[in-house]
């Protein structure tokens, strides 16, 4: 079982980036996928999640408006666009497939808001 992040870098407050989280070893049109975020020292929190089949989306009061998740399930990758980006996005973002309380983790890709 693999989770891959990518996509992540140093934007400019404003700016845009686009993480993708690629899968393998599972059926990953079966799994509801979420992105969350971790800061040095603080809890991880959810960003946003979609169902497996991509119909119901979830979104953190934080980004509403500003980021998207979807998901590719022919291509086995979700993703996270992320617009209007502020300093406190600033954090490692994490990909998560869940499917019958069984969880499966990426290693986070980091991401950089700064001018």
């Known amino acids: 079982v693999q989770l891959v992040e990518s996509g992540g870098g140093l934007v400019q407050p404003g700016g845009s980036l686009r993480l993708s989280c690629a899968a393998s070893?599972?059926?990953?049109?079966?799994?509801?996928m979420s992105w969350y975020r971790q800061a040095p020292g603080k809890e991880r929190e959810l960003v946003a999640a979609i169902t497996s089949a991509g119909g119901i989306t979830n979104y953190a009061d934080s980004v509403k408006g500003r980021f998207t998740i979807s998901r590719d399930n022919a291509k086995n990758t979700v993703y996270l666009q992320m617009n209007s980006l502020k300093p406190e996005d600033t954090d490692v973002y994490y990909c998560k497939g869940r499917f019958n309380e069984v969880d499966y983790w990426g290693k986070g890709t980091l991401v950089t808001v700064s001018s």
């Open positions: 070893g599972f059926t990953f049109s079966r799994y509801i």
